[in-house]
C-alpha cells in the first residue's frame, strides 16, 4: 500500500527566506514520488518528479527535493521564497498503474 | 490553448438531481483519469482510461457514479441521485503512456465545483 503524510497543513515563511515543506512516504516497493502545486482557480501543476534516477531532484521555479530512503522521506525545498510561490502543495506518491495517491496539501503563505 | 479542458466550472445542483461533467485530454494522451478533491483534502482518484477502455476503478466510485470515453478522446462523469457529500472539486487529468514522450505525466484540467444543495 501507498501513502504519504505531510507533516504541515499550513507554512508560513517571509519573502526571500527559505522554504522547507515536509514529507514521508509509505510504499511497499521502489516508489515515484512527485511534488504537484495548485494556485486558486488554477489546475495542478507538477514541479518535480522522483522515479528512482539521481536522489536530488530539481524542478521548476527554483524548487528541489531530496528522496532518502533510510528515512521515507522527500522534503521540498526552495532557497528563497517568492510572492508568487504562495499556494497549496501536494506530495505525491505513484503506483505501478501510474495512478497517484496525495497528501492532505501544505499551504504555503509568504509574507512580504 | 492545448492543455486539459473540464466543462462546466462550476456547476449548483439539488440533491437527488443527475449531473454530468466533460473532460477534453490532451489530444494524444492515451490515458485519462477522474479524481475527486473535497475541501481541505487532496485529490483521490476515482478511476482511469486507457483509450476507451475503464481500466480501474476506486472504492470511492459508488454505483451512483458512471464514467465513459466512448471514443478514446473526451470522458464523462455522471452522478446520478446527488447528495450533498457529493460536493467537491471533480478533477481530470491525461497522460501518455509511460515510457513514451513525457514519461506518463500527468497533466490537470482546472476542475469543475460541484455544489450540492
Known amino acids: 500500500a501507498q501513502s504519504v503524510t505531510q507533516l504541515d497543513s499550513h507554512v508560513s515563511v517571509s519573502e526571500g527566506t527559505p522554504v522547507l515543506l515536509r514529507c514521508n512516504y509509505s510504499?511497499?516497493?521502489?516508489?515515484?514520488l512527485f511534488w504537484y502545486v495548485q494556485h486558486p482557480n488554477k489546475g495542478l501543476q507538477l514541479l518535480l518528479k522522483?522515479?528512482?534516477?539521481?536522489?536530488l531532484v530539481k524542478g521548476i521555479n527554483g524548487f528541489e527535493a531530496e528522496f532518502k530512503k533510510s528515512e521515507t522521506s522527500f522534503h521540498l525545498t526552495k532557497p528563497s521564497a517568492h510572492m508568487s510561490d504562495a499556494a497549496e502543495y501536494f506530495c505525491?506518491?505513484?503506483?505501478?498503474?501510474?495512478?497517484?495517491?496525495f497528501g492532505t496539501g501544505t499551504r504555503l503563505t509568504v509574507i512580504p | 490553448d492545448t492543455g486539459v479542458s473540464q466543462d462546466p466550472r462550476h456547476k449548483i445542483t439539488k440533491r437527488g438531481q443527475n449531473v454530468t461533467f466533460r473532460c477534453d485530454p490532451i489530444?494524444?494522451?492515451?490515458?485519462l483519469y477522474w479524481y475527486r478533491q473535497t475541501l481541505g483534502q487532496g485529490p483521490e482518484f476515482l478511476t482511469y482510461?486507457?483509450?476507451?477502455?475503464?481500466?480501474?476503478k476506486s472504492r470511492l466510485l459508488s454505483d451512483r457514479f458512471s464514467a465513459e470515453r466512448p471514443k478514446g478522446s473526451f470522458s464523462t462523469l455522471e452522478i446520478q441521485r446527488t447528495e450533498q457529500g457529493d460536493s467537491a472539486m471533480y478533477l481530470c487529468?491525461?497522460?501518455?503512456?509511460?515510457?513514451?514522450?513525457?514519461?506518463?505525466?500527468?497533466?490537470f484540467g482546472p476542475g469543475t465545483r460541484l455544489t450540492v444543495l
Open positions: 487529468a491525461s497522460s501518455s503512456l509511460p515510457g513514451l514522450a513525457g514519461d506518463g505525466e500527468q497533466f
Open positions: 510504499s511497499s516497493y521502489s516508489p515515484s
Open positions: 522522483y522515479t528512482s534516477a539521481a536522489t
Open positions: 505525491v506518491v505513484g503506483t505501478g498503474a501510474n495512478n497517484l495517491f
Open positions: 489530444s494524444e494522451h492515451n490515458r
Open positions: 482510461f486507457q483509450n476507451e477502455a475503464q481500466l480501474e
